[in-house]
């Protein structure tokens, strides 16, 4: 079961280019990575799911390096609509496996 | 479409009862999961269903269980309630395809035990 860690918490400016790193030293050969955002009382949303190098969609960009045991989330010029928790999954492509959630990074837009 | 629903949105129950939480996937999706998130635990997985079998089981006790219909609605069931199982309920459902792609969660149902 491949597990995460993430920085609990991050602040932020309005404007800045924020980076999120996840660290999982034990993702398996099948596992993807995907990063999702949660509201206060509302269910996580996706965000951006990579296998490896760089994946890049509307609204971030997923950074893995080549031995995959780390990925970085890079949201461009946060605003305060970002504030919320960032989450790093890493699960198996098959869907045998669990998923873990980890405790997710709380990042704060300040004005 | 339509996205994914819980039902209900808020329950309050007596230790010792039993639950169970209802949800409708996304049309079209074959695969949904169960998570509990509590402010110490986070989002734990609890379980997922594809094509009516379970095919992933996360670390709860057996009071915990699910089950999904041909229509690819969900239920889960807590049996024996405990007030360490008060938590937000999420359900997720995606294609459930090969590799596992976007899930798409529900709001949840706010269980409150006392």
């Known amino acids: 079961l491949a597990k995460t860690t993430q920085p609990i918490s991050m602040d932020s400016y309005e404007g800045q280019e924020v980076n999120i790193t996840c660290s999982h030293n034990n993702i398996a050969t099948n596992d993807y990575i995907t990063w999702y955002q949660q509201f206060p009382s509302q269910g996580p949303r996706f965000i951006i799911q990579g296998y490896k190098t760089k994946v890049t969609n509307e609204v971030a960009s997923l950074f893995i390096p080549a031995d995959r045991k780390s990925s970085t989330l890079s949201l461009p010029r946060v605003s305060l609509s970002d504030t919320a928790v960032y989450y790093c999954?890493?699960?198996?492509?098959?869907?045998?496996?669990?998923?873990?959630f980890g405790t997710g990074t709380r990042l704060t837009v300040i004005p | 479409k339509a996205g994914v629903t819980q039902t209900p949105r808020y329950l309050i129950k007596t230790r010792g009862q039993q639950v169970t939480l209802s949800c409708s996937p996304i049309?079209?999706?074959?695969?949904v999961s169960w998570y509990q998130q509590t402010p110490g635990q986070g989002l734990q997985f609890l379980f997922e269903y594809f094509s009516e079998t379970q095919r992933n089981k996360g670390n709860f006790p057996g009071r915990f269980s699910g089950r999904q219909f041909s229509n690819s609605r969900s239920e889960m069931n807590v049996s024996t309630l405990e007030l360490g199982d008060s938590a937000l309920y999420l359900c997720?459902?995606?294609?459930?395809?090969?590799?596992?792609?976007?899930?798409?969660f529900g709001p949840g149902t706010r269980l409150t035990v006392t």
């Open positions: 997720a459902s995606s294609l459930g395809r090969n590799p596992r792609g976007e899930q798409y």
């Open positions: 049309s079209g999706h074959r695969s």
């Open positions: 999954l890493v699960g198996d492509a098959t869907g045998a496996n669990n998923l873990f």
